[in-house]
């Protein structure tokens, strides 16, 4: 069995703080008060460390570590913004919105979205890179929700939450580079899935307007995952 | 088994072959064996039989010289014969005993041969592969037998670690060290992983090794268990490999009935067998992690380290994870003693390397050289230079993790810190050959149109970033590219290599950066002048049509 955990002293952009061994580096951070920016995290999945966004500097490290994922150690020091990793974060986002097709002035999801409030965050105004304008179908078929592979960012969070937490594995990808796609079941259409069990959680955790519910006009769709550290601390016997 | 039943074992096969001293060798690995070696096989079988001549006829590995293929060698004279036809063997046959005919002589005193030390290759095309006596025969078997009986597992690693043997998929890291710290870490059950997926374009060698002398590996494998404590090991090989994976099947097959595979082997405490997982067709499997993942039956995408496999890999259990060369090295060592190898190669890079050497030389096939040789003398002495009156331009290694070598670094020792100093990385063995027909801004779109279909698409940096370098090349060779660019594209190279999740992003752009560094005239030619002096490009096309 893992030992108990041990009290670890470190240093966040030169801000002393303490954390348990088994906390990661973006756990300690948030824990002070200090934002590092994140996509495919969400607090009650697995990590994946795939966005790249929480990418932080490690000092005696040249290589940039993934905050969701790297435990904190004694004596580290980490920075979490620098000019370095400011221009890769805002790089990340130009190149998610030139993948795909992210028109947000009629996304369901405006004003609501996470990839626009990074983009926001870190000064994204326009997109160097051409965009690739990919010709992808949106699919209707289930009756209360829809998904829009062209605003899909493959984040994997509707993946985790399907299998983790629901216990359906409806949601899974198919293909690989930039012709991953997310797919229900054995790629049939949502609504002929046998596995959904039309819960809905996917379509809270999606960061963008990929999914969302059908019945909600564009700017009014509220997503709400905090119910996964609710339901976490149910099961860790927490509450 | 004992050493003293190996030895009868090798003696029944020398008795065999003093019987019949006279053989015929046919190559049938991959690349003879796409030329129909085969059926030359039969014809001289056939021949054989039909003038009733005592001869035998045998299937062997790889002889290395490839370009000059099928080859047959001819015992006990050790006569090499080229370019095989179906109609030549009544006469080889005939001349069994006198000179071949001067059309199918190779030489062996040409550099091709002399020029190599053969440590992994030593059987190959020398014994048939599909036979563990002949294995057995060539001290095969014995560094297993004598590992077992005579030595504790910490003085395997220690040997190991003497050899200064460094991983041979490509990144160097210490053999021992790992094998150190998969035997120091506490676990229960713990596993050995051969990574035979071996998939850079132009790289032959681990298919070649597990055609020709797949025992080698099994028994490094085997060595390998016992010293850090499993009792399960994988291959993983990709099933674009089919010989490479019947002829492993055969050979666990045969490990078995003679109990180097099974629980208490030569009656140690010690069990061990090992299993085939056969890859769907993947690049970024050959990540370990990816492999790993993959053997478990999920969707072979990386994951970050730490935890490394050797503290969790398959399904969470401490995993020693080594490339099929690394493991082919290791009956060797064994057998003659870590600081034997160790005094092969240079300071840093110990031993032998195998190369595939191809593109545009003259003798394309599979080299064993010396570490620290330097490339000159690989591709001018060894490769014999590049044909049809071209000039030589590029070496690339490493395939699409890897870098083009330019004409003035050439007098370069060949070992893992002098290939990284000029950008470019030992890697798994392939080495290809360019001359001056060669477009280097083409190649390294080539490279990145390899890494963007491979990329498994988790992380954005590789899967978005590699698309865009790509759009971005495409512009260039096309003539409709910026200078913008191309400054654009230098601040992608550095974003997806300091950012992706695994090696196979953050080495996608080393084949741009290399030819940024060494060929920078041809982009700003191709950008700038719509030329590509090389005359490979369409940008061409469009400049003859607006003059």
């Known amino acids: 069995m893992n030992p108990a955990p041990a009290v670890k002293t470190l240093a966040i952009d030169g801000i002393d703080v303490s954390a348990s061994s088994d906390q990661t580096i973006l756990d300690a951070a948030r824990e002070n008060g200090i934002s590092i920016p994140t996509l495919c995290h969400l607090d009650g999945l697995t990590e994946v460390g795939a966005c790249r966004m929480c990418l932080v500097e490690l000092k005696g490290s040249t290589r940039l570590q993934p905050a969701c994922v790297t435990l904190v150690e004694e004596g580290m020091e980490v920075t979490t913004r620098t000019p370095r990793l400011e221009k890769y974060r805002r790089m990340v986002l130009e190149l998610l919105f030139a993948e795909r097709n992210h028109v947000c002035s009629v ?82 259409p949502w609504g002929e899935s046998d596995t959904c069990t039309s819960c809905g959680k996917c379509v809270q955790v999606c960061p963008t307007g990929a999914l969302f519910d059908k019945s909600k006009v564009g700017g009014k769709v509220r997503k709400n995952p905090d119910f996964l550290s609710y339901l976490n601390e149910m099961r860790e016997g927490l509450r | 088994m004992t050493l003293d039943e190996l030895e009868q074992i090798a003696n029944e096969v020398q008795a065999a072959k003093e019987k019949s001293p006279r053989a015929l060798n046919v190559c049938v690995a991959a690349g003879c064996l796409s030329l129909h070696s085969d059926a ?17 006829v045998a299937g062997t590995g790889c002889m290395g010289l490839c370009s000059l293929g099928p080859l047959v060698n001819r015992e006990p004279d050790g006569q090499l014969l ?19 005919p001067e059309r199918l002589l190779c030489s062996r005193e040409q550099p091709f041969f002399q020029r190599q030390t053969a440590v992994v290759l030593e059987n190959s095309g020398r014994i048939n592969p599909e036979k563990i006596e002949e294995y057995i025969a060539a001290e095969g078997y014995q560094a297993l037998v004598r590992a077992l009986t005579e030595m504790a597992p910490a003085q395997i690693v220690q040997e190991v670690s003497k050899s200064g043997l460094r991983g041979r998929g490509g990144a160097g890291y210490p053999t021992g060290l790992k094998w150190g710290t998969v035997a120091k870490t506490i676990g229960t059950t713990k596993y050995v992983i051969c990574n035979a997926d071996e998939g850079d374009p132009g790289a032959f060698m681990d298919r070649s090794v597990l055609e020709s002398d797949p025992h080698r590996v099994l028994e490094g494998m085997i060595v390998a268990g016992y010293a850090v404590g499993a009792s399960q ?109 160790a005094s092969l190669g240079t300071k840093k890079s110990k031993g032998t390397k195998v190369f595939a050497l191809c593109g545009k030389v003259r003798n394309v096939g599979l080299i064993e050289v010396p570490m620290g040789t330097p490339l000159r003398q690989i591709i001018f002495e060894i490769g014999g230079g590049i044909p049809d009156g071209h000039r030589f331009k590029a070496v690339q290694t490493g395939g699409p993790s890897g870098g083009c070598i330019p004409e003035q670094s050439l007098d370069l020792p060949v070992d893992y ?14 080495m290809i050959v360019m001359d001056d027909s060669a477009c280097m801004v083409n190649v390294a779109r080539y490279f990145m149109e390899f890494c963007m279909s491979e990329s498994c698409g988790k992380c954005i940096p590789c899967r978005a970033g590699t698309a865009q370098m790509f759009e971005l090349l495409t512009r260039m060779t096309s003539g409709t590219a910026t200078p913008q660019d191309l400054e654009l594209l230098e601040d992608l190279c550095d974003m997806v290599s300091s950012t992706s999740l695994c090696g196979l992003g953050q080495s996608a752009p080393n084949p741009v950066l290399s030819t940024l560094r060494y060929f920078r005239e041809e982009y700003t030619e191709h950008i700038v002048d719509k030329h590509c002096r090389a005359g490979v490009c369409e940008c061409n096309h469009l400049a003859e049509v607006s003059a």
């Open chain 2, 40 to 56: 030359i096989k039969s014809a001289l079988e056939k021949e054989v039989q039909r003038t009733g001549v005592n001869c035998r």
């Open chain 2, 233 to 341: 090991g994988y291959i993983y090989v990709r099933a674009e490999y089919p010989l490479a994976i019947k002829r492993l099947q055969a050979a666990i097959r045969d490990a078995r009935r003679l109990g180097f595979l099974g629980s208490q082997i030569c009656n140690a405490k010690f069990s061990f067998d090992i299993e085939i997982r056969i890859g769907g067709g993947a690049f970024v499997c050959g990540e370990e992690t990816a492999l790993i993942a993959s053997i478990e039956g999920r969707r072979g995408t990386p994951r970050p380290r730490p935890p490394f496999p050797a503290q969790s890999g398959l399904w969470q259990m401490p995993t020693l994870i080594n490339n099929v060369e690394s493991f082919a090295n290791i009956p060797t060592i064994l057998r003659r003693g870590g600081e034997w190898y």
């Open chain 2, 82 to 100: 080229k370019n095989v036809a179906e109609a030549d063997a009544a006469e080889i046959v005939e001349k069994l005993e006198s000179v071949p």
């Open chain 2, 417 to 430: 810190e002098s290939l990284k100093e000029v950008g470019s990385i030992m890697g798994s063995g392939g």
């Open chain 1, 107 to 188: 996304c369901v999801a405006n004003n609501m979205c996470e990839l626009q409030d990074q983009a926001k965050a870190h000064g994204v105004t326009h997109v160097r890179f051409p965009y690739r304008s990919p010709e992808l179908p949106v699919d209707v078929s289930h009756e209360r929700f829809a998904l829009d592979h062209n605003r899909c960012i493959l984040c994997t969070r509707c993946v985790r939450v399907c299998n983790e937490i629901e216990g359906a594995h409806t949601w899974d990808l198919l293909g690989r580079g930039v012709n991953s796609l997310l797919i229900s079941d054995l790629h049939q």
